[in-house]
């Protein structure tokens, strides 16, 4: 059981690991062992994340998704089958915590009358001051 937050739980039976041969270095046991980590996660066909946080993360994340609806998250950076699909959990674990938390949405609001005074008060100050640094006008 993957478990997110307290209101969100994946069973481990709705993901699918397979693994694949890892790039980088690592000498003549790279060429030998399936340490690469591909986990697939079907977000569509899931039961366990509500509606409104699969909406935000398929909004969000929709470059990672593939056609079939499907998530697709890789991981080599460790040299174990078991580092790098605690790494892809994580990873899922990390992407559903971003996008758990229903947004604050802005009201938009008007400025007071005092702060629109302010503001003009300011820009007067700052025109008067500059027309002081000004040579003065002779009137001949």
Not at 69 to 82: A, F, M, P
Not at 97 to 107: C, F, H, N, Q, Y
Request: aromatic share 4%; hydrophobic share 35%.
């Amino acid at each position: 059981m993957l478990i997110i937050n307290r209101l969100i739980s994946i069973p481990l039976s709705e993901l699918e690991f397979t693994y694949a041969r890892s790039g980088g270095p690592g000498g003549q046991n790279v060429n030998k062992v399936n340490s690469k980590a591909i986990m697939r996660w079907s977000i569509e066909a899931s039961v366990s994340v509500p509606p409104g946080v699969k909406a935000r993360f398929v909004a969000k994340f929709a470059n990672r998704i593939t056609a079939d609806g499907e998530l697709l998250l890789t991981s080599q950076i460790y040299r174990d089958q078991k580092g790098n699909a605690d790494a892809c959990l994580d990873k899922l674990r990390q992407m559903l915590l971003e996008v758990a938390e229903r947004p604050i949405v802005r009201k938009e609001t008007k400025p007071s009358l005092t702060a629109r005074a302010k503001r003009v008060d300011t820009k007067v100050n700052h025109s008067k001051k500059k027309s002081l640094r000004q040579r003065p006008k002779h009137d001949d």
